[in-house]
């Protein structure tokens, strides 16, 4: 139903209305967001101090780096709950190679992270499988891997060039926030300038439909894992260099349940065709700040949960699809 | 003359073979997992002494492990008929288990009616959402396992609630047995089975059943038809929620106390042993009986691995995983054949 209204859109022509309905999601997650902001300047006194700005934005750039190549899956009417044991298997690769030199282990780790991910999308497009089976599979497999890597032991390290990538800065600003600015911006621009982009959108839009007009919907798929694995990769070579070790069992925990809820709260549905990657940055933002403020003003870290449950819900009933 | 005779029977010889591989492999599609089940059963049976046993007690042990996410696993069943996902079980059973361990001083009816009603009434605001709102399953019942996780953690101040000393009748519940002459059958064993029964009958004998298969099937047909589908959905999930409540209540019982992280990742567990069986994740087909297949194959994976001894807890892990998609990728291979 949500693909035969893209189609009477097209055919009549991007309209004005079709276009704001088109961008209403990412501005409703903003609005959300900058609500968010206008509460917490009146009830906090010292929100808006630069340090509190930049603990956020560090905190939510792993979540981020994961969410937004979940946003791609998502868009392809896929899902990937990989993403925290691939994040363990990089973090595993990493810390076991970075003897044989830091570059190396870096293009080792994402190497085998995308392998990983390119391994859901073939079994996937290969097999037919549902992307929840496939990808719970790796799921529950993953952190096995990981934990065979590093022989079921936290593996330490000391290496400066690597623990930048967590721990160092240019002028004010954390690496790892710029890593998630850079990211963000190069998928906005994969999403809006290139043929890969339409082809996402058009393979969740009405895959048969995609397939007809030439889009070549197996490859599209396997390339979105292969992102999505790749992009958790890096989360968690950020997050092993934070913590200057690998410890694989309790790396990213529930990290596939934070990208889903900022990914569905930043205007992507869950049935695909639509891709809002800034919406994405902009949930992912809304959540961290949630957790944030409770913690701020001395509540119980639990209620930050019941609020971003309603949260969750509130956004995606906002932005459900309405049957023309 | 008799040339044409032999051709004739030969024709019919060969026919008779077809049907019986057509039949063979329509088999293999619906009971892949019992096969999978019965092979493994000989394989441990021959390689290892403690397998079986008589009374076999490896074997009842497997079960009680397995009963509690297998209870999980028969809700789960009625939503993944419907096409729908339930991944709020895990927080609901921490809720049933929280609730019923602080009433249980009141005695154990109480208590049991307490934890199963707080879930089962929370899978109905779930099915209430999802059918009225017009919201995914997947994502009300995210933000359900996110919100009660919440509360209950808020409600315990995230420390465990012991079960009182004196309260014996609930403490029977998860710990006690009934001695069938050599066999010692324990509760939740019990309750594992008269519950899959009646899920069975449920689901095979009543209008309720009937309706939950055509939900499934093509819902906009069974709308169409004048099924009030939006009761169909509600009450799959607050079944989904009462059995979950059930299981944390078991649960509870047997720790004597109610933990507000218990059940974390048993979501995952359930659609696993779900999908196990043979039921699709499309909805319309599948069974309780093949979750029942599904939740005593992967118990009996694991128990397999501890009677091996050798194998660590990570290669476990992996080994898991790999036999959820063998068997999930066989299943579909066969599925397809047969179309």
Redesign the interface.
């Known amino acids: 139903m949500v693909s035969a209204t893209g189609v009477t859109r097209t055919a009549a022509g991007q309209s004005r209305w079709s276009a704001i309905a088109d961008y209403a999601p990412t501005y409703g997650a903003f609005a959300a967001l900058i609500l968010l902001l206008l509460v917490d300047s009146l009830f906090i006194p010292n929100f808006f101090h630069p340090s509190n700005f930049r603990n956020i934005l560090l905190q939510v750039s792993p979540t981020v780096l994961v969410a937004v190549g979940m946003t791609l899956v998502i868009a392809t009417r896929g899902i990937d ?1 990989s993403v925290g044991a691939v994040m363990a298997i990089a973090s595993a690769v990493a810390a076991t190679s970075l003897s044989s030199g830091t570059a190396l282990a870096i293009v080792l780790a994402l190497a085998v992270a995308m392998g990983a991910g390119a391994f859901n999308g073939a ?1 996937i497009t290969g ?4 992307p ?3 990808t ?13 890597i590093n022989g ?1 032991q936290l593996i330490p390290f000391s290496n400066q060039s690597f623990e930048y990538l967590g721990r160092g800065y240019v002028g004010p600003i954390p690496v790892q926030v710029i890593i998630m600015f850079v990211v963000v911006a190069a998928i906005v621009f994969v999403m809006r300038a290139t043929t890969f982009g339409r082809y996402v959108v058009a393979t969740g839009g009405n895959e048969a439909a995609a397939r007809l007009a030439g889009v070549k919907v197996h490859r599209t798929k396997i390339a979105v894992y292969a992102l999505s694995g790749f992009l958790a990769g890096l989360a968690g070579l950020i997050e092993t260099a934070r913590q200057g070790a690998s410890d694989a069992p309790n790396i990213g925990p529930n990290i596939e ?1 934070d990208a ?2 900022a990914t ?1 709260v930043g205007g992507t549905p ?2 695909g065709g639509r891709a809002t990657v800034v919406g994405t940055l902009i949930g992912a933002l809304i959540m961290q700040i949630i957790t944030t403020s409770i913690n701020m003003k001395g509540y ?7 609020i ?3 949260i ?2 509130i956004a ?2 906002i932005q ?1 699809p309405r049957v023309a | 003359m008799s040339h044409a005779g032999m051709t004739t029977i030969d024709n019919v010889r060969s026919a008779r073979a077809r049907l019986m591989r057509a039949k063979l492999a329509s088999l293999l599609q619906r009971q892949g997992a019992l096969l999978a089940l019965v092979i493994l059963f000989v394989f441990a049976a021959f390689r290892y002494e403690n397998f079986l046993g008589w009374p076999p007690e490896n074997l009842i042990n497997v079960l009680r492990q397995n009963s509690m996410v297998g209870l999980v696993a028969l809700g789960m069943t009625f939503v993944i008929l419907t096409g729908g996902i339930d991944l709020s079980v895990g927080s609901l059973l921490a809720v049933a288990g929280v609730i019923a361990a602080s009433l249980a001083g009141n005695g154990l009816v109480m208590a049991l009616l307490a934890g199963v009603a707080a879930a089962a009434v929370v899978g109905l605001v779930n099915g209430l959402i999802i059918s009225k709102a017009r919201i995914q399953p997947f994502i009300v019942t995210l933000a359900m396992m996110i919100a009660a996780r919440g509360l209950v953690m808020a409600y315990t101040k995230e420390d465990t609630v012991r079960v009182e000393r004196s309260a014996v009748s609930f403490a029977e519940l998860g710990r006690g047995k009934i001695e069938v002459g050599a066999f010692s059958l324990p509760y939740p064993v019990i309750i594992l089975f008269v519950v899959f029964a009646l899920g069975w009958l449920v689901l095979t004998h009543t209008r309720f059943g009937r309706y939950v298969y055509a939900l499934g099937d093509n819902e906009e047909a069974a709308r169409l038809m004048g099924l009030n589908v939006d009761r169909v959905i509600i009450g799959v999930y607050a079944l989904s929620g009462a059995l979950a409540g059930l299981a944390g209540v078991i649960l509870a019982s047997r720790l004597g106390a109610g933990q507000p992280v218990a059940g974390n990742g048993w979501e995952l567990d359930a659609i696993a042993a779900v999908v196990v069986g043979g039921t699709l994740l499309t909805g319309g087909q599948g069974g309780v009986g093949a979750t029942l297949v599904g939740v005593i194959l992967l118990g009996m994976i694991l128990n397999i691995f501890n009677l091996e001894g050798q194998i660590s807890p990570w290669w476990q892990m992996v080994l898991r995983g790999v036999i959820l998609l063998a068997v999930v990728v066989v299943q579909n291979r066969l599925s397809r054949k047969k179309q």
């Open positions: 709950l079994l097999f037919r499988i549902q929840i089976i496939v719970l599979a790796l799921l529950i497999a993953g952190r096995g891997v990981a934990q065979v079921g349940l889903i809820a569905v869950l049935t119980e870290y639990s209620w930050s949960l019941v971003k449950a309603a969750i819900v995606v009933y459900r």
